[in-house]
């Protein structure tokens, strides 16, 4: 079983983040309030690998440091290439990790640092 269930992105700006993820990745983000909270929703559920949400709240600073999530990308140079048309910057290009496949990291609309993996074929 895959021990990762959830995850959070800090944001300052929720619909600028909601609008790149979304722009991204091509799929929508529903957006609730959970106490002080403002949440926009990545899609998965049981069965589908972890999922989490882009939150606003107090205490919730984005950055490079710390945890990194790491997106599934059928291709990787077109999915920097829409990071880029959408106020991300490539910050590690599409690198090769042998028989584990591909992988890049970028930095989102509000700071953070994420990855892109493509599984080798």
Do not use: C
Request: charged share 20%; hydrophobic share 35%.
């Amino acid at each position: 079983m895959n021990p990762v269930v959830w995850f959070e992105i800090p944001v300052e700006d929720l619909e600028r983040a909601k609008s790149f993820y979304e722009s991204v990745f091509n799929f929508e983000m529903p957006v609730s309030e959970m106490g002080p909270a403002h949440m926009a929703w990545f899609p998965g559920g049981p069965g589908e690998g972890a999922s989490g949400a882009l939150v606003k709240t107090d205490g919730y600073v984005p950055s490079h440091h710390g945890s990194i999530v790491y997106f599934h990308a059928p291709d990787i140079e077109s999915s920097l290439k829409t990071i880029e048309e959408n106020g991300g910057k490539t910050l590690v290009p599409k690198m090769s990790i042998g028989e584990y496949g591909w992988f890049a990291q970028f930095e989102d609309s509000e700071g953070n640092r994420v990855s892109l993996h493509t599984p080798a074929e």
